[in-house]
């Protein structure tokens, strides 16, 4: 780790045993961000939180806006942190979420340009940068992708960086996705990771060597890292499950069609054409739904999509709600970090079926919550599917089972678990 000058340290990081103060920065704030915020409130650590947009429900302009604007917007609400500990960057975003589905959404947010995810993420991070020198926190908390220049002036002023790598080394992955593109060319177009430029990744490099430390979701993205990043940088937290919902008993006539949930962007990353194979092998024996975005124009997605039950996006809750609606989960992912949806559709008494690469082995054991199948194997997702759609007593099994580990590793004890890292790290 860089070593802070010893005055200079006592003072940003306080004497061992005091509470450092952590900017934390973050252009969307899913549900692993949303608990950070909310630990570092807990606990009396927080210096400022930075995103893009932060909406306020109560205002007379939410009152203005069409329906589905509002909906939108109500997404980037962030009531767990005060507000005067509230910083935006909102204007690119907000250019972004308008353009992104009509015909100037090519030009101004494909890419890298500047209204694109990661153009907007570049200008976010700039602006975090710009904050260091005049709040002078303890320590910095940020993100893949979001963390280039920030920690340069981390650096320079002697602040800790503390960086969270949510997905596979960005390297491992690429490697893993060029052969997958050879090996399903119908889906190739669907790995949107392989554009990005080589500026781009040597950015996300000199990100990851700056890190003081590292935080990882699951052992999956540690072992992603080995060779790369020094084992004592890494810090391993999974992420957490929302509260257990009470759900209605499953359909126990084995011959009623099982309903099989898709919940994700609709790209070949989260293993949706293995899917949609496994699903077109059982016939009437399964109903498919599926929520999440289209990437871009795919012949196979498409025709699924006309096909099947498919929702382009809904509010967290109620995909929540459309969890209980289901029999299982599906997700035969690639590579994930530590998939989210996998522990809230736990929570929602939802078997799952999912890859060794979600980084969900940590709570889903083969044959108790669900089942583990390996990537590329459009077979084997069939072959347990329908050992669900023929056993309804094992399928409620596993619910009651799933139930169970998802309050084992709820939200709550993440955000006990890292604050406690994070004071012990900045408490020398």
């Given at each position: ?281 059982l016939g009437s024996q399964v109903e498919l739904t599926m929520v999440g975005r289209q ?134």
């Amino acid at each position: 780790m860089r070593q802070l000058p010893a005055q200079e340290k006592n003072v940003r990081m306080g004497n061992k045993g005091d509470k450092p103060r952590v900017l934390l920065g973050h252009p969307n704030g899913n549900q692993n961000v949303r608990n950070v915020l909310s630990s570092l409130v807990e606990h009396g650590m927080l210096a400022e939180f930075w995103t893009s947009i932060a909406w306020n429900p109560q205002s007379r302009w939410n009152r203005l806006l069409p329906g589905s604007m509002r909906a939108q917007f109500a997404r980037r609400s962030f009531p767990e942190a005060p507000p005067s500990q509230v910083r935006t960057t909102p204007w690119r975003e907000i250019v972004r979420l308008g353009a992104r589905s009509t015909p100037l959404g090519g030009m101004l947010c494909a890419g890298e340009q500047p209204f694109s995810s990661i153009g907007t993420a570049l200008y976010f991070d700039d602006c975090v940068a710009r904050r260091l020198a005049q709040l002078q926190p303890g320590a910095v908390y940020a993100y893949e992708g979001v963390a280039h220049h920030t920690f340069r002036e981390a650096a320079r002023l002697g602040i800790a960086a503390l960086y969270e790598l949510p997905s596979s080394y960005w390297y491992w992955e690429r490697k893993l996705l060029t052969e997958e593109a050879q090996r399903n060319p119908d889906y190739a177009e669907l790995l949107p990771k392989l554009n990005d430029s080589a500026e781009y990744m040597r950015g996300k490099d000199e990100e990851l060597r700056l890190a003081d430390y590292v935080f990882v979701p699951s052992e999956h993205v540690r072992q992603s890292l080995q060779g790369v990043v020094a084992e004592e940088k890494i810090r391993v937290i999974s992420y957490g499950a929302p509260p257990v919902r009470p759900r209605k008993a499953f359909a126990r006539n084995a011959g009623e069609t099982l309903k099989v949930l898709f919940a994700g962007s609709l790209v070949q990353r989260k293993g949706i054409g293995y899917l949609l194979e496994a699903v077109e092998m059982l016939g009437s024996q399964v109903e498919l739904t599926m929520v999440g975005r289209q990437f871009r124009p795919n012949a196979k997605v498409g025709a699924a999509c006309r096909r099947w039950n498919w929702i382009e996006s809904l509010p967290h809750a109620q995909v929540l709600d459309v969890m209980l609606q289901s029999d299982v989960l599906v997700l035969p992912s690639l590579s994930e970090g530590c998939a989210l949806v996998v522990l809230e559709a736990l929570a929602c008494g939802l078997p799952v079926i999912v890859t060794p690469n979600t980084g969900s082995l940590g709570f889903v054991r083969d044959g108790q919550e669900g089942f583990v199948v390996p990537i590329c194997r459009a077979d084997a997702i069939a072959e347990r599917l329908e050992t669900l759609y023929r056993d309804r007593d094992l399928l409620a099994e596993m619910s009651r089972r799933a139930q169970e580990t998802a309050a084992e590793n709820s939200w709550e004890n993440f955000r006990v678990n890292w604050a406690r890292v994070v004071g012990s790290l900045a408490c020398f």
